[in-house]
């Protein structure tokens, strides 16, 4: 499958700061939607920024459609649309009227004006003024906006950030249909894994301006499905989990149980026994499997100690 964004080495930092991106590498295969993931601040809109042209990586590279964005920029231009961060519009005009002035400036056809609304479900609120819009509805007139000149790739930051459950809804499955009904390829960032867990096909995560994993949602699930993790409650979590670390990958969970990965049971014995041993009482072991939301967190943790 053709990757419609491919990014090497990309990298970038603000003056004075250090790296917000460093050694990025993406590929998003074409006819996907594809979620990039990560908590805030960790590098997500810079990422976009680049990707759109609006700010230049201070070393690596983006491709987009196969041609390096840096010496076809018009091209990719032409062919993508990108929507950042909440996406502005004048409130007192209706929102055909605020599309009839992207048309004009954009050179755009204005009889796909009522199509665009239409997909986005907002044919009948188009005489409305936008002030009087709900944030989710603003969201999507943001959306056919970005579908006025019919891109190929779309590209999304937190589009359903601030969003009450309804709003989130109304905006996942309008981003599944533009894909599965039209073919449109998305890269959408969010901070939610639920979000992405529902409605993409592929998933990078960032942190601290790191990619720390890349691959289908079914690969990010048999990660999950292939962990487990073995908890314990001790009388002493603090020591018990400074005896562990030389040999597991450990962890102190909220509720003061130390989690490790052991290899098989014979390991959760073993590391039983390394507890008592050391005159730690342990009041119960149990194992669970990993969920992706526990998965992320571990993903995020190990990008972190890196």
Same mark, same amino acid.
Not at 106 to 114: A, E, L, P, V
Not at 135 to 153: D, H, S, T, Y
């Given at each position: 499958?053709?990757?419609?964004?491919?990014?090497?080495?990309?990298?970038?930092?603000?003056?004075?700061?250090k790296?917000?991106?460093t050694?990025?590498?993406?590929?998003?295969?074409?006819?996907?939607?594809?979620?990039f993931?990560?908590?805030?601040?960790?590098?997500?809109?810079?990422?976009?920024?680049?990707?759109?042209?609006?700010?230049?990586?201070?070393?690596?590279?983006?491709?987009?459609?196969?041609?390096?964005?840096?010496?076809?920029? &018009?091209?990719a231009?032409s062919?993508?649309?990108?929507?950042?961060?909440?996406?502005?519009?004048?409130?007192?005009?209706?929102? &055909?009227?605020?599309?009839?002035?992207?048309?004009?400036?954009?050179?755009?056809?204005?009889?796909?004006?009522?199509?665009?609304? &239409?997909t986005?479900?907002l044919?009948?609120?188009?005489?409305?003024?936008?002030?009087?819009?709900?944030?989710?509805?603003?969201?999507?007139?943001?959306?056919?906006?970005?579908?006025?000149?019919?891109?190929?790739?779309?590209?999304?930051?937190?589009?359903?950030?601030?969003?009450?459950p309804?709003?989130?809804?109304?905006?996942?499955?309008?981003?599944?249909?533009?894909?599965?009904?039209?073919g449109?390829?998305?890269?959408?960032?969010?901070?939610?894994?639920?979000?992405?867990?529902?409605?993409?096909?592929?998933?990078?995560?960032?942190?601290q301006?790191k990619?720390?994993?890349?691959?289908?949602?079914?690969?990010?699930?048999?990660?999950?499905?292939?962990?487990?993790?073995? &908890?314990?409650?001790?009388?002493?979590?603090?020591?018990?989990?400074?005896?562990?670390?030389?040999?597991?990958?450990?962890?102190?969970?909220?509720?003061?149980?130390?989690?490790?990965?052991?290899a098989?049971?014979?390991?959760?014995?073993?590391?039983?026994k390394?507890?008592?041993?050391?005159?730690?009482?342990?009041?119960?072991a149990?194992?669970i499997?990993?969920?992706?939301?526990?998965?992320?967190?571990?993903v995020?943790?190990?990008?972190?100690?890196?």
């Amino acid at each position: 499958m053709q990757n419609i964004i491919e990014t090497h080495d990309l990298t970038f930092h603000f003056r004075g700061k250090k790296n917000a991106v460093t050694g990025l590498n993406l590929n998003v295969p074409q006819g996907s939607i594809y979620g990039f993931l990560g908590p805030n601040g960790a590098g997500k809109t810079t990422t976009i920024r680049m990707l759109a042209g609006l700010l230049f990586p201070k070393r690596g590279i983006v491709k987009m459609f196969g041609n390096n964005i840096s010496t076809h920029k &018009r091209y990719a231009r032409s062919h993508s649309s990108t929507m950042i961060e909440e996406p502005t519009a004048y409130k007192h005009l209706t929102g &055909r009227e605020n599309l009839e002035i992207l048309c004009k400036a954009g050179m755009f056809d204005k009889t796909q004006i009522d199509q665009v609304l &239409r997909t986005v479900n907002l044919f009948e609120d188009r005489h409305r003024k936008v002030s009087g819009y709900s944030m989710g509805m603003k969201q999507r007139l943001g959306i056919a906006g970005a579908l006025l000149p019919n891109p190929e790739l779309f590209i999304l930051d937190e589009p359903t950030n601030g969003l009450d459950p309804q709003g989130m809804f109304e905006i996942r499955e309008l981003i599944v249909d533009l894909n599965k009904k039209e073919g449109k390829t998305i890269f959408i960032s969010s901070h939610l894994l639920g979000e992405i867990e529902k409605m993409c096909t592929h998933v990078g995560i960032i942190h601290q301006g790191k990619g720390i994993f890349e691959g289908s949602m079914d690969e990010l699930a048999l990660m999950a499905h292939a962990t487990k993790l073995f &908890r314990l409650e001790t009388s002493e979590p603090q020591k018990a989990e400074s005896i562990l670390k030389d040999r597991y990958n450990t962890k102190l969970t909220h509720d003061k149980l130390v989690e490790i990965q052991p290899a098989d049971s014979t390991d959760q014995y073993n590391a039983i026994k390394m507890l008592i041993n050391q005159n730690i009482e342990v009041y119960q072991a149990f194992t669970i499997k990993n969920n992706l939301e526990e998965l992320f967190i571990q993903v995020t943790d190990e990008g972190q100690n890196k």
